[in-house]
């Protein structure tokens, strides 16, 4: 391009003498910097420990396993319902301890939105289950809550993980290593279920496991939900869990137990520490057998003292 000399002749300007384009150069300039100042924020913002995510994982047997996970902090609570319960039971405890400790609930094998297509119906199994959502998860100081029949389930879950599991915390379960029935009485108990398998898992959950107390509507939900379950499988996950040597997974625990148990029926301390000598338990007054459902403030503050007695 042509320019004026002092003189008044005319010259070409070199190209190192073009003037730089600034503002385009500035204007990619300060782009480059908003872009890396708001992922440097975005990856130290600290998240929400309210916002839960959904996973899957397989059981041992290839059994999708259902689980939502959430919270923070370096102990995790591994969250498992009873017999035919799913994870959705726990949501409100979750909801309450997820701003100090991370919190894991799962669905069982036949249970929920968990795999169906399983035949062998054990302890063992549901175990697997357990271990499968701690495993993917990388859990490594877990606190295994087990409600009802996930009470020997979490004792052979906590055998299988070894040092990922920290301590158990029994859910109205586990009242009574040595308790059992008579054979005849089993039978005719599974031969209800499998006669009429809505009408007498209704009896068996207002007549045997409600309270006087329960709040009606809490137990009409638990058991509306109950009867529409499977007996094909249903009834054979409490049939084998009487397989399970409950004595022998106990004395195998290398960790503490605090139960927390409704006062409907006595914990026998004096006998369970003859298997697990670090067993002791929280006692939730009035309620029945889901004490996280029927109480969840109480059993919030019961979980809190637990908690704090394991040192959590």
């Known amino acids: 391009m042509p320019a004026a000399n002092l003189d008044g002749s005319r010259r070409e300007i070199d190209s190192r003498e073009r003037p730089i384009p600034i503002l385009p150069i500035m204007k990619h ?12 924020c975005s990856s130290n913002a600290p998240r929400d420990p309210l916002e ?22 370096e102990t995790a609570l591994v969250f498992v319902h ?49 271990s499968a959502v701690v495993r993917s998860l990388d859990l490594h100081h877990a606190i295994l809550v ?30 009574d290593a040595e308790w059992d029935l008579p054979p005849e009485v089993w039978k005719q108990f599974f031969d209800g279920l499998r006669a009429d398998f809505p009408a ?23 058991v509306a939900k109950a009867r529409l379950a499977d007996p094909v499988s249903a009834v054979p996950m409490l049939e084998n869990g009487r397989d399970y040597d409950l004595k022998a997974g106990l004395r195998a625990l290398r960790v503490p137990i605090r139960a927390i148990n409704s006062d409907m029926n006595p ?46």
Do not use: C
């Open 52 to 73: 839960f995510h959904d996973g899957t994982t397989r059981s041992t047997d290839g059994v999708p396993i259902e689980f939502t996970a959430g919270g923070q902090g």
């Open 200 to 222: 007498n898992t209704e009896a068996f959950f207002r007549g045997i496991l409600a309270a006087p107390t329960s709040p009606k509507a809490v137990i009409d939900e638990i």
């Open 82 to 130: 009873g017999w035919l319960g799913d994870q959705s039971v726990w949501y409100r405890t979750m909801q309450r301890f997820a701003p100090r400790y991370r919190v894991v609930a799962m669905d069982l094998a036949g249970h929920g939105k968990s795999g169906r297509d399983r035949q062998d119906w054990s302890v063992e199994r549901f175990a697997d289950d357990v």
């Open 146 to 175: 087990g409600h009802s029949m996930s009470g020997p389930i979490s004792v052979a879950a906590a055998n299988k993980l070894g040092d990922r599991v920290d301590a158990l915390i029994p859910v109205d379960t586990l009242l």
């Open 29 to 40: 300039a300060i782009l480059a910097l908003f872009a890396f100042l708001v992922l440097a």
């Open 267 to 312: 914990t026998k301390l004096e006998t369970n520490r003859k298997y697990a000598p670090r067993f002791d338990v929280e006692i939730v007054s009035g309620v029945g057998h889901w004490p996280h459902l029927e109480a969840p403030d109480r059993f919030g503050d019961a979980l809190d003292k637990v908690l704090a007695a394991l040192g959590r």
